[in-house]
């Protein structure tokens, strides 16, 4: 069984960032394509980043672009996300995800992020 656990939120100021974690158990997650998610209050979940096997492949949310780094070390099953220049609108719970096709198949239960102004 997958398990994904995430680290790293927590409560910060606007303009100042965070490093979030995310490690694998239960599968060697390097052939699989990992995300990061998130779900603002009273906001649908919506996608973040995500990181093809090799490295390669990384693609972001238009509101992140710039701000966030998604990066991924397999020799530690562990992909993480590097938020920049945080902002009150990034204030949401983070989940790490994980697929081995064109679905996202394992989750993480989330790390709460909150950027104050």
């Known amino acids: 069984q997958v398990q994904l656990v995430e680290s790293g939120g927590g409560l910060v100021q606007a303009g100042a960032s965070l490093r979030l974690s995310c490690v694998a158990s239960?599968?060697?997650?390097?052939?699989?394509?990992m995300g990061w998610f998130r779900r603002a209050p009273g906001k649908e979940r919506e996608f973040v980043a995500a990181?093809?096997?090799?490295?390669?492949?990384?693609s972001y949310a238009d509101s992140v672009k710039g701000r966030f780094t998604i990066s991924r070390d397999n020799a530690k099953n562990t992909v993480s996300l590097q938020m920049d220049s945080l902002r009150p609108e990034d204030t949401a719970v983070y989940y790490c995800?994980?697929?081995?096709?064109?679905?996202?198949?394992?989750w993480g239960q989330g790390t709460q992020v909150t950027v104050s102004s």
């Open positions: 995800a994980g697929a081995w096709d064109t679905t996202w198949r394992y």
């Open positions: 990181i093809g096997w090799g490295g390669g492949s990384v």
């Open positions: 239960g599968r060697t997650f390097e052939s699989d394509r």
